[in-house]
């Protein structure tokens, strides 16, 4: 004999008229809320505080902006800018005798152009242009690195 009844159970009917009354229900769109409408102004005067009110935050919006940049171009290192002198590159290969002002993750951008340009066979802005892994193959190969 089969355990399955035919008829459905009092609790299985109380689900299944749930479902069909849900299915039968319209469901509100989901649209956003109409924005509400601006009140009239009702005089000149409130015009002008307003402007006068949006002039005030766009300068101090500048100044914040000023100061950002003032702070971040303070933060530029020195070793960050070109070379004002140059060396040869067996200087360069020797970290030892170099001053202390030469960065030397960057010994290639102390080479004279004529001279980059001869060991590296491309001018520095080429060179920058390569990928990193690149680079540091060719800084390798000549010491450098």
Known sequence: RSS?????SKPD?????AKAQSTTQQKAPLL??????????????S???EITARKKKKTSNLAAINGKLSQSLSNIRTS????QEFYTIEQLRDAARLPNTCNLLTREL??????????????QEEFQKQPKWKRDKAKRSLGLF
Request: charged fraction near 20%; aromatic fraction near 8%; hydrophobic fraction near 20%.
């Open 4 to 8: 399955y009844n035919s008829k459905a």
């Open 13 to 17: 009917k109380a689900i299944d008229d």
């Open 32 to 45: 956003p809320p109409k924005p509400q409408q601006q009140q009239s102004r009702s005089s000149g005067a």
């Open 47 to 49: 015009v002008k505080s």
């Open 80 to 83: 960050d800018l070109p070379p």
């Open 110 to 123: 102390y080479l004279s152009p004529q001279e980059f340009q001869q060991h590296f066979h491309m001018t």
